[in-house]
Nanobody, 121 residues
Framework: QVQLVESGGGLVQPGGSLRLSCAAS????????MGWYRQAPGKQRELVAT???????NYADSVKGRFTISRDNAKNTVYLQMNTLNPEDTAVYYC???????????????WGQGTQVTVSS
């Protein structure tokens, strides 16, 4: 069994910062790409950022220069540092990890439970 647990969401004023974390636990052989998605009320879920095992990153245009994705492979954890937040960043944020559970398993994408980020004065 594999579980992803997110933390770090909350209420922040415009211009503020938050740091999200997502830790995977359970039977894990290796993890390839990790990422973050978000879904605002009434909108489709959208990609925020991804990071490969070697550290190659990709960002949505709307967050470039403000958000930074990073990972700690030893801890099976992905982070999202969010700076200069604005109300349009308000959404539920979900982490994803592409996990291989054993040496003979195939890759499967796991999702976190979601954490609410609200940007408001």
């Amino acid at each position: 069994q594999v579980q992803l647990v997110e933390s770090g969401g909350g209420l922040v004023q415009p211009g503020g910062s938050l740091r999200l974390s997502c830790a995977a636990s359970g039977s894990i052989f290796t993890i390839s790409t990790m990422g973050w998605y978000r879904q605002a009320p009434g909108k489709q879920r959208e990609l925020v950022a991804t990071i490969t095992r070697r550290g190659v990153t990709n960002y949505a245009d709307s967050v470039k220069g403000r958000f930074t994705i990073s990972r700690d492979n030893a801890k099976n954890t992905v982070y999202l540092q969010m700076n200069t937040l604005n109300p349009e960043d308000t959404a539920v944020y979900y982490c994803t990890q592409e996990i291989v559970r054993t040496v003979v398993s195939t890759t499967r994408t796991y999702w976190g439970q979601g954490t609410q980020v609200t940007v408001s004065s």
